[in-house]
């Protein structure tokens, strides 16, 4: 799965879309989405949500997105 494809699937959820419709639209699984979004839900609970959002939604945008205050982790 692309880093676009990822970045779409968190973007959706966000939308409030199901997973299932997610899967349909991404062209994966829904079992792919779920382990995709329980690392992403896991990835928030260490680093933070805003944090974890932006870092994985970077990918469908050109430019940098960085939050004030926020430091890039390596």
């Known amino acids: ?3 676009e ?3 779409r699937i968190v973007m959706k959820r966000a939308l409030n879309k199901s997973q299932r ?3 349909e ?3 994966c699984t829904k079992g792919t989405v779920n382990r995709y979004l ?3 839900k896991r990835e928030a609970e ?3 949500d805003e ?3 932006i870092k994985h939604i970077k990918p469908l945008f050109e430019i940098d997105i960085t939050l004030r205050g ?3 982790r390596p």
């Open 21 to 23: 419709d997610i899967a």
């Open 70 to 72: 926020s430091q890039e």
């Open 38 to 40: 329980g690392n992403v």
């Open 46 to 48: 260490e680093h933070g």
């Open 5 to 7: 494809d990822k970045a």
């Open 1 to 3: 799965m692309s880093d």
């Open 51 to 53: 944090e974890t959002f």
């Open 25 to 27: 639209e991404v062209g």
